[in-house]
Structures are given as C-alpha cells and as structure tokens.
C-alpha cells in the first residue's frame, strides 16, 4: 500500500508545515510507506473574501453595537499598515520562505514531482492506491482553492481508497449555497474523520453522516520525538515567555509582559510580521523556520498565543498557557474544540473591546490533562489503523 497525503505545505505557516510531517512521519512510524504529495498552495487573501469581511462586520456590531464599526475601522486600518510594511520586506520574507522550503525537503517525505492544483486533477501516473486528505483547514472554502482536490474528487480515476485524518472545516457554518458542492464531497470520502467537534456536528446536521474527530497530527508525537527529529534551539539566555501570535493584537504583548513579570520571565516574540516594536528588552525572531519555531516552544517556560498550533503544541509539551480568542471570528472552532476536550476551556481570555486582565491562574495541573490526551492518541492512531485495514 502506498499513501498519498494530499496537505498544506511549503505555505510559510508554522502550524501547516509541522502538521504536514507528523501525519507523515507517524505514518511511516507504523510501518506504512506514506509521503506528502508535493502540492501547490494557492495564496487565498482572505481579508478581500466578501463573507469574510461582512460576518466580521455583522458579528461586531451585534457584539459591540456601534462601537464595532470603530474597532472595525481600527482592524482595518491596522491590516493596511501590516500590507504596507511588508512590501518593503519581499527579501526578508523570500529567506523566511526559503526556511520553509529546506524544512519539506530534507524533513518531509514528499513526491519527488510537484503538481499544480490543476496538473494533479488531470494527471494519469499518481503512484498511489491510498489517499488521504491531511489535516488544517483544508475544507475551508474561504481559506482553500480547488476544494474538490483536498476532498480527493480526482483520485476517483484511480479506484483508489480516500481517507480523511483531521480535516478542518473550521467555521462555525456552511452558506446554503455550498451545501450542496460540500455534500457531494464529503459522500466522496471513503472513511471520515475531521479535527473539530463543530466540524462532526456540521457534516451529521447537513449530510447525516457520522464522523469520527481526532487529534491534530502534531499530537501523534511526543514532546521527545519533536525535539529528536525536528527542534533546532536559538540561543536565549535563562527562562523567557514566548509570544506567538497571528493576529497582532495590541493587548496580547501588554498581557505577556504582565505575566512575564510575575513570573520573572524573559519575554520572547516570534514575529509574523514586520511592523516596527517598542523597545522592551523584548527578544524579538522572525526569520525562523519550523525548526527553530518547535525549539523555543519547546523551551519555554510560559507561552501566550492566539494560535490553534501554538496552544496545540503547548498543551501536547506541557507548557503552561493562556490564548487570546477573539469574539467575533469566525473561526474559533478550532482551538475551541482541543480546549474542550482537554478541560482547558479557562485558558482562554476574551479579546474584547477593552484592557485585558492577566489570568488569575497561571500553573496548569497537566496530570489530568494527559490523561485525556492519551486516551484521544490512541483513539487517533486506531481510527488510522483501521481505515487503512478497510477494504
């Protein structure tokens, strides 16, 4: 048997790239010979998708009333800003991606051939009789192109058996006028799994199908098999704070700062972006690639995000942890979901239209947590186990 994962990779983004070689890399841990399929991933701007910015629009005002309209004046002068800045920066961010690219090659089992979305609909020669459609946000139609490649419609040609492990749809809803192209496509998979407890309750009220959800393929490894295989770790003197956000919201740095203070630790930044920082004594990284991103995770003694991935990989390292959700998104599902299932929910500190408080609570009782981790590990490897053993 030889398995295809048809995934994100080589997009800049630390949580795609590390997701990507877990499924992989646990697959081929289990004596089967998988490899990511060396796939384009189109750019999709987000900011410009109309469903976007009007539930960002009709969420904040029902939220916030017309005080909404200002913060959405003020996000969307802040977005421009980080636009604006990055133009000047096309070589910074070339060598940042040329981190990435290292990482897939020399980490990432993956086709030696590399096809387009398009190439790989019409392509005869596809070397595989499994497939399986990876995790991330892979079925979000606002985030991905060419949906009916990440629901695997072009291996049908090949008679080939279609699998899901961890898909993410992600948003709370799908507009009726995708619910019938979303139906088709899921009925496609042969056995079903998704990453998200929304995303199970979307497919049974819709399409009446059971779905099995499962872990995030970066929980299939421990904290030791990352930092074996994977964690290169910059130089930091003494224990610090990381600060991983996507966001950029302004309170999540005044937060980290507060409870890096009370904690008497150093705080560390990785950046995702160029716009200009306060001078803090904060250490600041930003050309680093998934490597280094798992190695200062890895170490920290504290870490403050707004990521799925970097609460995933906190909670998986046993890092103390607060994330910083925002209300009115539309994609909250994810990191809702493995709060959920870990009884972590009071981890979580609303972004709201006002000065944030630092957490009451910083020290996490992880014993019970793992416990559940476990039990969902096992669940998780079985589910794969046994969909590749179905005829």
């Not at 646990?26 to 976007?52: F, Q, T």
């Not at 995708?178 to 056995?191: F, L, Q, S």
């Amino acid at each position: 048997m030889k398995i295809g994962i048809i995934t994100y990779a080589k997009c800049d983004n630390y949580g795609a790239e590390l997701q990507a070689f877990a499924l992989q890399w646990k697959l081929n841990k289990l004596g089967y010979d998988a490899e990511v399929v060396n796939l384009e991933k189109r750019h999709i701007d987000m900011k410009r998708n109309p469903d976007v910015i009007w539930g960002s629009i009709k969420m904040r005002i029902k939220r916030y009333g017309f005080k909404g309209l200002l913060a959405i004046y003020t996000k969307s002068k802040e977005t421009k800003k980080r636009m604006r800045v990055e133009v000047d920066y096309k070589e910074k961010r070339a060598n940042k991606h040329k981190l990435f690219e290292f990482f897939f090659d020399e980490k990432v089992r993956h086709s030696n051939r590399y096809y387009t979305l398009d190439e790989i609909t019409v392509a005869e020669d596809l070397p595989y009789d499994t497939y399986i459609a990876g995790s991330d946000q892979i079925w979000n139609y606002i985030h991905t192109d060419r949906l009916d490649v990440y629901f695997l419609m072009f291996a049908n040609k090949y008679n080939a058996k279609k699998i899901s492990y961890a898909a993410s749809i992600s948003i709370y809803e799908i507009p009726r006028r995708m619910r019938k192209i979303y139906g088709e496509y899921i009925r496609n998979i042969d056995v079903l799994s998704v990453r998200e407890l929304q995303g199970a309750e979307l497919i049974m009220k819709y399409w009446k199908r059971k779905t099995e959800v499962v872990l995030d393929p970066t929980f299939l490894l421990q904290k030791e098999e990352w930092e074996k295989e994977v964690a290169k770790f910059p130089d930091v003197e003494g224990n610090y704070l990381l600060i991983y956000t996507l966001s950029g919201s302004p309170h999540i740095r005044k937060m980290a700062i507060g409870i890096a203070r009370q904690l008497n630790l150093t705080v560390v930044n990785i950046k995702s972006n160029y716009i200009e920082e306060p001078n803090d004594g904060t250490i600041h990284f930003y050309e680093i690639g998934p490597e280094e991103w798992v190695g200062l995770l890895s170490n920290a003694k504290y870490v403050v995000t707004d990521s799925f991935h970097g609460t995933a990989f906190s909670i998986n390292f046993n890092i103390p942890f607060t994330i910083l959700v925002n209300p009115v998104s539309m994609m909250n599902s994810r990191v809702l979901s493995i709060l959920k299932i870990t009884g972590l929910e009071s981890r979580i500190v609303y972004d709201e239209l006002k000065d944030l408080e630092i957490p009451k609570q910083l020290e996490i009782d992880f014993e019970s947590v793992n416990s559940v981790l476990n039990e969902w590990k096992k669940k998780s490897i079985g589910f794969l186990e046994t969909a590749l053993k179905q005829n």
